[in-house]
């Protein structure tokens, strides 16, 4: 299973470390990137700070692989906090935060709390990385993982 750790700095710019690799990286939109006081700020608030495991993104009801396919989003891996329920969703002072994702910057360039690679070839290159990793079961949960984010 694949370490990696994140810092929310306050820059514009912080990185996912994996291993002895570091990826230039953002989460949060606008004026809250990076910035930790403003993790638990719905839709606009970087990731909160916690233990993550990264699994396979799940495509959503019927049409969703062909909407991932078509978007990319295929490619990206979902972030379950390791909290009292592994699942899509953590606690922030009280406020439900959820959706977060590692993927690649889009055409937008944003982020709503996910941590987003700054340079789409660093992705793919961290993907691989990923995908090489033996999958590790999630006690109590159906999910297997290929690693870990410790955001700080």
Known sequence: ML???FELNGKAMSALRCGALAFPAFSGLATHVNRPEF???LDSGPIPRGTYFIIDRQSG???GP?????SGKGDWFALYAIDRKIDDYTYCNAVK???FRLHPKGDLGISKGCITIDNPMDFHRLRGLLKGQKLSPIPGTKHLAYGKVVVK
């Not at 062909?66 to 078509?70: L, P």
């Open 3 to 5: 370490e990696c750790t």
């Open 39 to 41: 993790m638990c700020t």
């Open 61 to 63: 009801r019927l049409l």
């Open 66 to 70: 062909i909407r991932d396919a078509w």
């Open 97 to 99: 935060r959820g959706n």
